[in-house]
């Protein structure tokens, strides 16, 4: 007889995003003439870059032909965008990341959820609350916590982030192996500083722990005394991995385009307590499990770092953050609590009652579509996320639809 994993039983629901937009799907079939304005899931709107398309374009005429076609790549990616991202991402920050230590995949999703296998299921894992989802489930998925009471998984610690810390959690108050950050934060808003950012590695060194930092919205920080990566913090390089993506900054969410930092000085332990780098052991897993993202993708995302796709990435990254900018203060002028929104695209909102029925209000009556906090965890409740990947006329529509429900 076959048997499931029953760790699968435990998880909540359906995954958030397929919640939400199941709800959608039957509001549009409810009310077919009503124009619906999504600013639910962080998905671009925009084309990708001239530069990408034009290096798309070029790459996939080298596949055409036998003398240029190209068959399975090197699983961890092409030199070529490795040494693009090593240049641009780290070196120009002051930060030595080498090539080999990039692993280039198709998604900071599928690298946050894929990493946590090289851990035992006995360790403890500290998740933030509220959280993207998909750190937390694919620790549940894996046995690593116990069954769900009272709006939290049994044996997690969970870091609050609160208005009282400013979306910005306190250190574990008991030991953790595993931690899980995200700056600039999905879904709050919030941004971490260095001085902050120093004391989570201080707290791994010290521990024996390991940091998962997702800094896939890192291309939005504005504020030039932030840290874009947590390797521009002494230390990290032995106690952090690091995820990054080119869907938010270049549009690549459809394209699929990402990859993770593993740094040849990070570690675990092995049962008997003896120091294990934990490279060979993703290489591994990567090498086993991936076949690599694709030629002509990886030339169209190696395009980003070039003048022109530098130039088109600000463009882009700059025409959102004008929506956030919108965001903020239109619902800020209806008396509502703001976060987030500066050096994020996300914008999360106090909605002075339940996050599920503020969400509801707004999709019956404004035709408007945000993402309910309590969605994000136990701390999220009370909170809706606006996001502001969408045009500007339909982040201003939204707005005056918005601003006719609640003024
Ligand atoms: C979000 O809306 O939180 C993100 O789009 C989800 C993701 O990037 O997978």
Same mark, same amino acid.
């Given at each position: 007889?076959?048997t499931?994993?029953e760790?699968?039983?435990?998880?909540?629901?359906?995954y958030?995003?397929?919640d939400?937009?199941?709800?959608v799907a039957s509001?549009q079939?409810?009310?077919?003439?009503?124009?619906?304005?999504?600013?639910?899931?962080?998905?671009?709107t925009?084309?990708?870059p001239q530069?990408?398309?034009a290096?798309?374009h070029k790459a996939?005429?080298?596949m055409?032909?036998?003398?240029?076609?190209?068959?399975?790549?090197?699983?961890?990616?092409?030199?070529?965008?490795?040494e693009?991202i090593?240049v641009n991402?780290?070196?120009?920050?002051g930060?030595?990341?080498?090539?080999d230590?990039?692993?280039v995949?198709?998604?900071?999703?599928c690298?946050?959820g894929?990493?946590?296998?090289?851990?035992?299921?006995?360790?403890?894992i500290?998740?933030?609350?509220?959280?993207y989802?998909?750190?937390l489930?694919?620790?549940?998925m894996?046995?690593r916590?116990g069954?769900?009471?009272?709006?939290?998984y049994?044996? #997690?610690?969970?870091?609050d982030?609160? $208005? !009282?810390?400013?979306?910005v959690?306190a250190?574990?108050?008991e030991?953790? *192996? =595993?931690?899980?950050?995200?700056?600039?934060n999905?879904?709050?808003?919030s941004?971490?500083?260095?001085?902050?950012?120093?004391?989570?590695?201080?707290?791994?060194r010290?521990?024996?722990?390991?940091i998962l930092f997702?800094?896939?919205?890192?291309?939005f920080?504005?504020?030039?005394?932030?840290?874009?990566?947590?390797y521009?913090?002494?230390?990290a390089k032995e106690?952090?991995?690091e995820?990054r993506?080119?869907?938010?900054n270049a549009?690549?969410?459809?394209?699929?385009c990402?990859?993770t930092v593993?740094p040849?000085?990070?570690?675990?332990?092995?049962?008997?307590?003896?120091?294990q780098?934990?490279?060979?052991l993703?290489?591994?897993?990567h090498?086993?499990?991936?076949?690599?993202?694709s030629?002509p993708?990886?030339?169209?995302?190696a395009a #980003?770092?070039s003048?022109?796709?530098k $130039? !088109?990435?600000r463009q882009?990254?700059?025409y959102?953050m004008?929506?956030? *900018? =919108?965001?903020?203060?239109?619902i800020?002028?209806?008396?509502y609590?703001?976060?987030?929104?500066k050096?994020?695209p996300?914008?999360?909102?106090?909605g002075?009652?339940s996050?599920w029925k503020?969400?509801?209000?707004?999709?019956?009556q404004?035709?408007?579509?945000?993402t309910?906090?309590?969605g994000?965890g136990?701390?999220?409740?009370?909170y809706?996320?606006?996001?502001?990947?969408?045009?500007?006329e339909?982040?201003?529509?939204a707005m005056?639809?918005?601003?006719?429900?609640l003024?």
């Amino acid at each position: 007889m076959l048997t499931i994993n029953e760790n699968y039983l435990k998880l909540q629901a359906s995954y958030l995003f397929s919640d939400i937009a199941k709800r959608v799907a039957s509001f549009q079939a409810k009310n077919p003439q009503r124009n619906v304005i999504k600013l639910g899931i962080g998905d671009v709107t925009k084309a990708l870059p001239q530069a990408c398309v034009a290096a798309f374009h070029k790459a996939v005429d080298e596949m055409a032909k036998d003398a240029t076609f190209r068959g399975y790549g090197p699983e961890q990616g092409y030199d070529f965008l490795r040494e693009a991202i090593v240049v641009n991402d780290f070196q120009a920050r002051g930060v030595d990341i080498s090539a080999d230590e990039i692993f280039v995949s198709d998604g900071a999703k599928c690298d946050t959820g894929n990493i946590q296998e090289l851990f035992s299921t006995d360790i403890k894992i500290a998740i933030p609350d509220p959280v993207y989802p998909v750190y937390l489930d694919t620790n549940v998925m894996a046995g690593r916590t116990g069954a769900f009471a009272d709006g939290r998984y049994q044996g #997690v610690v969970y870091l609050d982030s609160t $208005r !009282e810390n400013n979306f910005v959690p306190a250190l574990p108050s008991e030991d953790v *192996d =595993l931690i899980y950050l995200c700056f600039p934060n999905n879904p709050t808003g919030s941004t971490i500083t260095k001085e902050e950012l120093k004391k989570w590695v201080d707290y791994a060194r010290g521990n024996k722990a390991l940091i998962l930092f997702d800094a896939a919205y890192e291309a939005f920080v504005r504020d030039d005394s932030l840290p874009r990566s947590i390797y521009e913090i002494e230390g990290a390089k032995e106690v952090a991995v690091e995820f990054r993506s080119f869907s938010k900054n270049a549009g690549f969410t459809g394209t699929r385009c990402a990859y993770t930092v593993v740094p040849k000085e990070c570690t675990a332990y092995d049962s008997r307590g003896n120091r294990q780098t934990i490279y060979p052991l993703w290489n591994r897993r990567h090498c086993t499990k991936f076949n690599g993202v694709s030629y002509p993708v990886q030339r169209a995302a190696a395009a #980003v770092y070039s003048e022109e796709g530098k $130039r !088109e990435v600000r463009q882009l990254t700059d025409y959102y953050m004008r929506n956030a *900018d =919108l965001v903020r203060k239109e619902i800020a002028a209806l008396g509502y609590d703001t976060m987030g929104g500066k050096n994020s695209p996300y914008v999360w909102i106090d909605g002075k009652g339940s996050s599920w029925k503020f969400f509801d209000m707004l999709l019956d009556q404004a035709g408007v579509v945000c993402t309910p906090g309590a969605g994000f965890g136990k701390c999220g409740e009370g909170y809706i996320r606006i996001s502001a990947f969408n045009s500007y006329e339909n982040v201003e529509g939204a707005m005056k639809r918005i601003q006719q429900v609640l003024a």
